[in-house]
């Protein structure tokens, strides 16, 4: 190891995450509750099909799958040998130097605050059509957001074993539904064109526009990089796994296996629920369905066809529920990664208040209480100055400003964070190869260390690319607006101000830059099976 490497710090102002608070199930619960499987499905297929890939939504969610899973195979043998809330941000300035180490972490962080914001705007238009749809009583979407950021900033409050314990229960319920409605169209023998798994599963169909008046519909052209960038979407939230790794109770061995259970489980599960949805409502009508001013009904008709009145208010109370079950998720994970920075600035107010934990719950809570305004601010912001047009019953463009808080909160704060993520990761697979076979920090495998971070950043390059290509049309009825055609520069800004940040540390903080991304679990970080674990880099 060089010099840099050997610095380890002593944090004196924060007493540390509660330590073995959460077990594997805990763990892949927050993960996967961070995908939201519910959420994602019903607020992402629509989006995917109707200004993506059309059809090939379902090979879109299959592609995500084999690219995440070998990256996902070189992320989980970092978290072997490293521990730390900061994941990505403590990873990659292991593998690539604390320069890089900060700037992606600050990259990381952003996607991470904006997608707390982005799952307010979904909870709120799912709040609101909810109790529209089944009391009668239409409540502004604006109310339920900030409801929602408030009780969020309560409950993160306290110990994360009670946010672990609401995760848990309402995603059990989300999967029960869901395969309920997918095997309700298996046993049904199909939609009005059969199974389709040709058009939908096949993978070359992640790769297809949906093309204009698709289907004898009033469909515009799509971009394939919107269905593939909401199908890698519906998983953000899985690295979260090694987040938890300092509250975790065998982070060694809990980490690795919640982190690929997570990835492995979820891709099959979006697939396969996608790919039934679109057969059961048949390739016209999910199209029609998908661009209407009431995308949500691609998934409402079919459960209220297949399975009733009852199971769709239902259905629609767990969307309520679990897209506030992922705002949740998504908040515990950005309080974290603030949490991680801010213990690290050179600044011993802000250790003491954004990098420091409550002595009683052990919660990020400062960092918790920023997090929260800074969301509240986001949705202030679009609620004043955003405003959407979608297609009517006869195919003309009205204003619709119920969507607002769906097409433009939820919609383009996705697109915007999910690039940032994508980028961390390819540069997350570069520092795998770097600690395993640059640094040759520990003996790494050839297939799971070099190969597959490879191939998975590559993967992940090519869809945020292939999004550049067509920012255009990307974000669908947003697809105007200033947000997105900013996002590009904002990854870039945030990434930049990373990088001149932690040049000026180097030189003027030598103490403070040999911390970065080294303030870690004491009996885990640097882990070998050969030595007892010792605080080192």
Known sequence: MTAESEAVSTPTTSSGLKKGSIGIVAVIFMAVANAAPITAMTGNVPIAVGFG?????????????????????????????????GAFYGFISHGLGQIWGMASGMLATFAYV???????????YFANDALNTIFGVDIPWLAFGVFAIVLIAVLCYFDISLTAAILGVTLTCEVLILLALAFSVIFSGGGPDGFMLGQTVALNNAFQSLPAGAFGTAATAGAMATGLFFAFWSWVGFETTAVYGEESRNPKKIIPRATIIA???????????????????????????????????????????????????????????????????????????????????????IRNTLGSTHPKHGSPWVASVVQSVITLLIVLGFYAFTAVQAADASGNLVDTPSLVPYVNIYGLLALIGTAAILLVQAICSAAVISYFWVKKTHRGNVITTLICPVVGGVGMLYVVWALWQSLAVAAGAASNSYVLKAGPYMLLVVFVVGLAYTVWLRSAKPETYAEIGRTVLDEAHERSDEAPATPSA
């Open 53 to 85: 890939n059309g059809l090939g939504a379902p090979a879109g969610f299959l592609f995500a799958t084999i690219v995440l899973t070998l990256f996902a195979l070189g992320y989980v043998a970092m978290a072997r040998h490293i521990t730390t809330t």
């Open 114 to 124: 904006v997608f707390e914001g982005s799952l307010i705007g979904a909870f709120a």
């Open 263 to 349: 990835v492995v489980g979820l891709g099959l599960f979006y697939t396969f629920i996608s790919a039934m949805v679109i057969a059961g409502n048949g390739a016209k009508q999910s199209v029609e369905a998908s661009i209407s001013a009431s995308p949500l009904d691609l998934f409402f008709k079919l459960v209220d066809a297949k399975l009733g009145a009852i199971p769709l208010d239902a259905y629609k109370i767990l969307l309520v529920i679990g897209s506030f079950a992922c705002a949740l998720a998504f908040h515990n994970a950005a309080s974290r990664y603030l949490f991680a920075l801010g213990r690290e600035i050179p600044s011993e107010k």
